[in-house]
């Protein structure tokens, strides 16, 4: 086999409610580790669902035309500048697959989206990571690690794990100055959750740079991670050719019908988006309070600092809330109002303050 697959690991799913229970002795256990939407999805999409089972003994449109046309719609492009995958996972490693030979090189932060690096890996390319600045992507930084070699910079925005995000004015200026040469991809799965002003409209810009990606999912704010749908946007040419490398039928019908169900729902985005923020606001402002030192969350989760996270994260999982745990802290996800202000509790009353810093 290729020797660098030695180097990595398979992917490792957390512990599953049903372990945890039993390990923990705890009767509930609420899953606040992988930004899922905890309001789940439109109502809507059960019954669309049930009605495109019948058709589970045929392949699905390998050309996804029923939410491609919706999207085309949606975001005001044309169905030719849309790429489905199962997931964005599927679409990061089609990516990798299509750009990426032995001896090039990918440039993106030291703490994001594992995905970007496991498949650059595989694809035998060198991976250069620039250190976040204040949990922030450092696009200077990024620039100056670019050379001839370089064909994908992964800007992850808002970044996950931090939540934090890169602004309009830093992301033209960066745009600006890339080498043609480089595929600059912007990961928005938390797109729908942004509130920051100056949080770039990037669509639009994949007009002006051939060079763009722009990659969105239906499985954070839409809900529907289990169903395995996303897509990104770019320039119909390298579309094109990002499309040798993709299966032939990626994304189930179940999935296509689910998404554009969903699509039509924007009031559920709506109150997903209303209710989520309301808990981000509620983190920041008790995290205050207490003096535990977080980042500014654009997204659906938030990451706050600790010194022992191990620790923390054990605290928590007693009590049967599930977090990630991180090298420098914790990223926990949104839940509904009620599991939220039941994690402040927990961190405000069952936690050593020495652990947060
Ligand atoms: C969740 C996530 C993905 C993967 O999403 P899927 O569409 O479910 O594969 C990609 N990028 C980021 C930054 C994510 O957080």
Redesign the pocket.
């Known amino acids: 086999m290729k020797e660098r697959i030695l180097q990595l690991q398979p992917y490792k799913p957390g512990k599953s409610p049903e372990q945890i229970k039993k390990e923990y002795n705890v009767d509930e256990v609420i899953k606040l580790a ?2 899922e939407n905890a309001f789940g999805c439109s109502p809507k999409i059960a019954k669309a669902v049930q009605e495109a089972l019948k058709e589970a003994a045929t392949y699905p449109d390998g050309n996804a035309e029923i939410i491609r046309q919706k999207v085309a719609q949606h975001l005001q492009v044309k169905e030719n500048e849309l790429l489905f ?8 490693q089609i990516l990798s697959r299509v750009l990426l030979c032995e001896g090039d090189n990918i440039v993106t932060a030291n703490q ?2 594992v ?1 970007y690096k496991h498949h650059a890996v595989i694809e035998g390319a060198e991976i250069r990571e620039v250190p976040l600045v204040d949990g922030r992507f450092d696009l200077e930084g990024i620039r100056s690690a670019i050379d001839e070699k370089t064909r994908i910079v992964w800007i ?1 925005n808002p ?2 794990p931090t939540g934090t995000y890169v602004t309009e004015e830093e992301l033209v200026s960066f745009l600006h100055k890339v080498p043609g040469y480089v595929t600059v991809v912007l ?1 928005e ?2 797109y729908e959750y942004v509130v920051a002003e100056d949080y770039p409209e990037t669509v639009p810009l994949i007009k002006n740079y051939d060079n763009l990606i722009v ?1 969105r ?4 704010a839409y809900g529907l ?1 289990s169903l ?3 897509y990104a946007v770019g320039n119909e040419v390298l579309i094109a050719k990002l499309n040798i490398g993709r299966l032939p039928f990626n994304t189930s019908t179940i999935a296509q019908v689910a998404a554009a169900t969903a699509l039509d729902d924007q009031e559920f985005i709506k109150h997903t988006v209303s209710e989520t923020r309301t808990g981000i606001e509620l983190f920041e402002q008790e995290l205050e309070t207490l003096g535990v030192s977080y980042y500014p969350s654009q997204t659906n989760f938030i990451f706050v600092h600790t010194k022992d996270p191990q620790a923390v994260f054990t605290k928590l999982i007693e009590k049967g809330y599930i977090v990630r745990p991180m090298p420098n802290g914790v990223r926990i996800s949104m839940g509904t109002m009620e599991q939220n202000k039941a994690v402040i509790e927990i961190l405000k009353n069952d936690i050593n303050k020495d652990l947060l810093v």
């Not at 995958?85 to 990061?92: M, Q």
């Not at 999912?217 to 954070?220: C, G, W």
């Open positions: 992988s930004n995958g199962a997931g964005l996972d599927e679409v990061i994001t989206f995905q992850c970044n996950n990961d799965a938390y990659l999912t239906f499985s954070k991670a395995r749908i996303g």
